[in-house]
């Protein structure tokens, strides 16, 4: 099956600093990813589509230069959260588009839980 | 997209089957649906993903009724591990994004 990794699982920081989430396709190669944003007893909420070797496409409402996304390689996106405050501790998670000849389907990393003191 | 609606929440016993029924009345022609499952904390897995009739795979079975404007997730013999959040999502294949909704909270209970 389609395997998608998140680093870190979890992360701690204060309040002003950044953090970088890795998303990496394991078994298959991803000109698509998407990062997603969940809050406790809610839904997935997408924030941004990372294609490969082109800039982000942020959904409305989500700050380009505080959630920033590079996808650098067919297997690799980044999402760093820059001068992060506690609003932000979040639930992040993203997803990685497989194209097989049986369909095309979303598989999603495992998350990253993230804390801002 | 088109908007789905499910149960906030069901309940169940182990050894059940259980049957999640999703409306997307306004489902497009070229949109499949599929399904999602969610543990606490973990990212949604891919559970299923039809058109039409009916799909089974290992998991789960898909039943589409032949108007499309509904579909229904059935799960046989639950177990205390299904418990789960189940997303139901309506799009066509190569979609650039899925728009999840508010998911059925399965508890099954011993």
């Known amino acids: 099956g389609a395997v998608v990794s998140q680093h870190p699982s979890w992360v701690i920081c204060k309040s002003g600093t950044s953090v970088k989430i890795e998303c990496r396709s394991l078994d298959f190669q991803a000109t698509t990813m998407f990062w997603y944003r969940q809050f406790p007893k809610q839904s997935l909420m997408l924030m941004a589509t990372?294609?490969?070797?082109?800039?982000?496409?942020?959904e409305q409402g989500v700050e380009k230069d505080k959630f920033l996304i590079n996808h650098a390689s067919l297997t690799l996106s980044t999402l760093t959260v820059t001068s992060a405050h506690p609003e932000d501790s979040s639930f992040y998670i993203c997803?990685?588009?497989?194209?097989?000849?049986?369909?095309?389907?979303?598989?999603f990393g495992p998350g990253t839980r993230l804390t801002v003191l | 997209l088109a908007k789905t609606t499910q149960p906030i929440s069901m309940d169940s016993y182990e050894g059940q089957e259980v049957n999640i029924t999703c409306s997307h009345n306004n489902i497009a022609t070229n949109d499949y649906i599929t399904w999602y499952q969610q543990f606490p904390s973990q990212g949604p897995r891919f559970i299923i993903q039809?058109?039409?009739t009916k799909v089974t795979n290992e998991v789960a079975s898909l039943f589409i009724p032949a108007d499309r404007k509904s579909s229904t997730l059935s799960l046989p013999r639950v177990s205390l591990s299904d418990t789960a959040v189940y997303y139901c999502?309506?799009?066509?294949?190569?979609?650039?994004?899925?728009?999840f909704g508010s998911g059925t909270q399965l508890t099954v209970l011993p």
């Open positions: 990372s294609n490969e070797g082109s800039k982000a496409t942020y």
């Open positions: 039809g058109y039409k």
């Open positions: 997803s990685a588009r497989r194209l097989a000849l049986e369909g095309d389907t979303q598989y």
């Open positions: 999502l309506v799009g066509p294949l190569g979609a650039r994004q899925l728009t």
